[in-house]
């Protein structure tokens, strides 16, 4: 089931990452209240966390219905196949850059972080199941927190299915679940979401997806509900919206529901906001979002690397047109390798 709205929602997060990354670089090339917007870029992870536990409870829950060993397998066949192919094209990109920093640069030396014992983490998928720092491709770091939470999704639908209390007791656990992100941030004195990633991830990961599983299931289950209650979920979004720009809360008191309450509405709502989001050239930018999102940092790496004497003097105009690249390599890796590769492993799965 596809969602054009959500695609689209899903392309603005991809790139408002990209200019999150790249704000120190642009100046005063960006008008000053867009950049207040764009310096809090690190919250679309959040949101891809809640999107990625909606979509993929729509995609997988009536197959993992019978909890076989099979359908379980297959479902970790799947997840594999859609993050990892471009994941390592990206690590070889990177290992490319070591190799460019070792024997090709002035100083003849790769950063300290580039150490071999983060690269065979990250190529194993599990740098941020033992808090690894964030080297090498810094936005694998979602991958690999996404991964971990992937292990425990067969479970999360076996117990979504013996769930008794209706609509009712999804959105006490939704509750729920964003107040124990509350209080565990707040007992470990995190400031952000944004703060301490490598000590946070699972953390961060597992509740928000599970906010979205659960959002997921009211929309396979219950979506009247949400349809009833759309303008509700709509108002609660923009409510919460003005307190987090207003009010000195942190946005992990906020963030999270708020943008539940978006998915929510968008994924029963097709006009409003939803209208724009469905634009083919936004769905667009949604399909090519995991290739714009894996390949970016690489080009962000790349531009710096080519001033290393001097980050400083990087004129706006390169970032600009980095930002050119970043997109021209997403459809490139989109349709060269991210597609190719899906077919090709879900072709050896039917075996």
Known sequence: MKLNQLAGLRGICAWWVVFFHSLALLG?????????????????????????????????????ANSSPRSIGKFYWNRLARIYPLHAAMLGGYLALFVAFSYFSSSGTAPESYTWTAFFQSMFLVHMWVGSELTWNVPSWSISSEWFVYLFFPLMAFGLRRLRGGVGAHLVIIALVALLLHLIYTAANISSLGANVPRMALVRTLLEFLMGVFIGSLYVNYRSFLESWRHAALGGFLGLGIVYVFAPLADYSIIPVAFALLIAYLSVTATGISAPLSARPLVYLGEISYSTYMVHYLVYDLLKAGFMSNTNQIAPVYVWLSFVLVLILSVVLHHLIDMPSQRYFRRLSSR
């Open 28 to 64: 005063d090339s960006i008008y000053a209240p867009l950049a207040r917007i764009i310096a809090h870029g690190y919250l679309a992870v959040d949101l891809f966390f809640l999107l990625s536990g909606f979509v993929i409870f729509l995609s997988y829950h009536a197959a993992l």
